[in-house]
Every structure is written in C-alpha cells, then in structure tokens.
C-alpha cells in the first residue's frame, strides 16, 4: 500500500500542476515568433528552456536505464546550438521528444518491478528514486523559467 502511494505521489510530482503549471501548460498557445526570443540578453528564450530540460530529462533517463550513455559535454551539452535556427519541425520534434522521455519516466515508477530505492547498479551510488526526483526537480524550475519568459514576453494568459 505505501509503494502505490510513494508511486502515485511521484507521478503527480512529475505530470506537475499542483504547486505549479504543467509543462504542457507552460507552452501551451506560445506564438511562433516568440519561442527563440530573449527578453533581455541574459535570459534564455523558451526555446532555449525546453530543449535544456528535453536534454537534461534525456540524459537523467538514459542514465538510468544504461551503463553505456554517454552524457553529453558540461555545460554547452545541455543546451541548444544558438546558431542553429528553430524551425516548426524542430520545436515539434523537442516538445514530442520531451513528452515521450517523460512518459518513459514514469512507466518506469509505475513498475512495481522498479524497486525506487534501489541503487542504479552502474549508477555511482544513486538511486532510481534520486533519478526521479531529480528530473522533477529540473522540470519544474525550468517551466517556472517558461512562464517568466512568456510573461516578459507579453505572451503569457492571464
């Protein structure tokens, strides 16, 4: 009883939306033109948040499941080339790249198999539960970074 409890919680902590808005929420109806723009030069576009934490999110999880990731390179590895231009197709591509990699996550803490405690076998010490929690942790700073953007931007509902 307390596992499904454990889980169900992780879950809710990983969709988001209780103390803060959801991912989903956070890019919902940005406009096109907004998405790689910087309201000021040292603040990072929307674009730039979510294809951090799609990365991030990635290599939290492939981490996890395999001792041969190779993370990528600290720092510049987590974010976006800057010279690399955002098209449609790959904001597309990152927000389904983003969800799958999420959905992946908690398939993984919704198996009773997954024992959340347990130590990563090639994981250095930490735990599936750590892995969790930390994903959570970045998702959520980072889509509270989205909606300051799209407020900066003017491009928040209110």
């Not at 994981?123 to 909606?147: F, K, M």
């Amino acid at each position: 009883m307390q596992d499904s409890v454990l889980r169900k919680n992780i879950i809710a902590l990983l969709e988001g939306g209780q103390a803060y808005v959801t991912v989903r929420k956070s890019l919902a109806g940005i406009k096109a033109k907004n998405r790689n723009v910087r309201p000021r030069p040292e603040v990072r576009s929307v674009w730039e948040q979510l294809e951090h934490m799609r990365i991030a999110q990635e290599d939290i999880l492939r981490y996890t499941l395999d001792p041969k990731w190779k993370s990528p390179q600290w720092p510049e590895g987590y974010w976006p080339d800057s010279k690399k231009r955002l098209t449609d197709a790959l904001w597309t591509a990152a927000t389904k790249d983003f969800f799958a990699d999420l959905k992946e996550l908690m398939n993984l803490v919704r198996n009773p198999r997954t024992d959340l405690t347990a130590e990563i076998p090639h994981g250095e010490g930490r735990t599936y539960l750590r892995q969790v929690l930390l994903t959570a942790d970045h998702n959520a700073y980072h889509t509270g970074q989205i909606v300051a953007i799209r407020k900066m931007l003017g491009d928040w509902p209110d």
